[in-house]
């Protein structure tokens, strides 16, 4: 597709619970991105992807957090036993190369408000 | 540490009016500087690049400067519009080898009044 697709909008679960998020990328894009925004311009990286392959994971809290893309299925953020802290809007984003390093822009889902109770 | 500080946080203006926002930041090695705008409840847009030897880019209403010798960076926005009420993100990136390492500023909130 054209844009770059997250699901679900709105994600509630209870703490300690398990809570899963997924995103389409556009179509062509190599490389995906996924980010925690947990006040409201606060932006902090969490993990970046070239196809199905790591590239950055510096930026992920490795107890719980885990992510894949697999060709021809959306990419996924899990995150076991849930915190209070990890209440957040999770955005991902997809890039033709490595958009950080050249011209070509990150394109933005518009989040998953993820709620933990 | 690599630092994007914006400025103001906040500015409200009247429709038709032009403003401009800063952006100031020590990351270093420099790649590029990036404008964003966040609609509430939505993803950020690319609106600016800019590398290391342009010094101006334009986009519609909206012009970003860039000089890299002072680290800073402006976003003007001519002819306000109120469509242009939203969050301003200024990204910049450094020229290492890690494609996510990007330091975002924490938004100026504009919003326009009729």
């Known amino acids: 597709g054209e844009e770059v697709a997250q699901t679900p909008k709105h994600l509630v679960r209870g703490e300690g619970q398990k809570a899963k998020l997924y995103c389409a990328p556009i179509k062509g894009h190599s490389y995906v991105f996924w980010y925690q925004q947990v006040l409201k311009n606060e932006f902090k990286f969490l993990i970046s992807?070239?196809?199905?392959?790591?590239?950055?994971e510096t930026g992920m809290p490795k107890e719980r957090f885990s992510a894949k893309c697999l060709p021809n299925s959306p990419c996924s953020l899990e995150i076991q036993a849930t915190k209070l802290e990890d209440s957040a809007v999770y955005f991902c984003?997809?890039?033709?190369?490595?958009?950080?390093?050249?011209?070509?822009?990150?394109?933005f889902g518009d989040g998953t408000r993820l709620s933990i109770l | 540490k690599n630092q994007v500080e914006q400025s103001p946080q906040s500015l409200i203006i009247l429709e038709g009016k032009n403003c401009t926002l800063q952006?100031?930041?020590?990351?270093?090695?420099?790649?590029?500087l990036r404008w964003y705008k966040q609609d509430t409840g939505r993803g950020p847009v690319s609106l600016t690049i800019m590398t290391f030897s342009e010094n101006t880019k334009s986009n519609g209403r909206y012009t970003a400067t860039l000089d890299a010798d002072t680290k800073q960076s402006s976003l003007h926005i001519t002819a306000s519009q109120l469509s242009d009420s939203a969050s301003y993100i200024c990204?910049?990136?450094?020229?290492?080898?890690?494609?996510?390492?990007?330091?975002f500023g924490d938004g100026t909130t504009l919003t326009v009044k009729p």
């Open positions: 992807f070239q196809n199905e392959n790591v590239f950055d």
């Open positions: 984003a997809s890039s033709l190369n490595r958009g950080t390093f050249s011209n070509q822009p990150q394109h």
């Open positions: 990204v910049v990136s450094a020229g290492n080898t890690n494609a996510g390492k990007s330091t």
């Open positions: 952006c100031n930041y020590t990351v270093s090695p420099f790649s590029n």
